[in-house]
Every structure is written in C-alpha cells, then in structure tokens.
C-alpha cells in the first residue's frame, strides 16, 4: 500500500450550518459541495486546501458513528484522516496481512463517489484511518 496524497481529513461537527461560516472564513472560500450519504447516516460538506480537502461530517440519526463519536466529544473534533490509493481492496488486503484490523473487509462508496475502506483505530494508534479511490479515475 502506498497512498499518493491525503485525500482529506474528516471533522464531526454537530450543525453544519453553524461551523461551515467559520471554514469559508478561516479558509477565504466557499464550501464546494453538501452531500448526504444515507448508508452512513452523516451530511457532509467540503472544502478543497491545496491537494487535500476538509469533510465536515454532522450525524444525521441517532445511531451514525459521528453522532457516537460526538457523544464522547461534544464540541466536535478530527474524527478521522483518510489516504488516496490505488485499488482500496488491494489495500485493504495489504493492511489486514500487516495484521491492521479492518472495520470494511470490502470498498463501499463514500461521499463524492469514492470507494472507501476504514482501518480501525485499535490496530493504527489511535487513528480512525480511511483508504479512499476514485473510480472515475481508475
């Protein structure tokens, strides 16, 4: 496995509404896009810094991880880093045979139509990791 870029780092925010003003602020920009990705029970909205982008992430159910992850921190925070690669099964199955645990055996698509597999954060130090492709770009 060896990513080519950060392809972006996510952030839990309980209201997109009140914390998309202060990025489009702090960064000069406006947010590009809004999306919701109901398999995953999250609203999402990004920004683009250079090669990498910002995810906003806010819980749209109860039962989301964001909102599980907001529980535990009320004010938000960096809920993961995610890493653009070439094939994310192939990485996948490189990670799971350098005895990383998986949350996704298998791709499944994510916002912006990525194919993404999660690595859990018990087996990379703590870090909630996200291998991202681009179909489009295969």
Known sequence: MKPS???HIGIAVTSLEKVIPYYEQLLGQKCYSIEEVTDQK???AFFK???TKIELLEPTSAESPIAKY???NPHGGVHHIAFCV???QQALNDAEAMGIQLIDKTPRRGAEGLNIGFLHPKSTFGVLTELCED???L
């Open 42 to 44: 999250v609203k999402t």
């Open 49 to 51: 810094v250079g090669q």
């Open 70 to 72: 907001l529980e535990k």
């Open 135 to 137: 179909p489009n770009k």
């Open 86 to 88: 070439d094939g994310v």
């Open 5 to 7: 870029h950060i392809e």
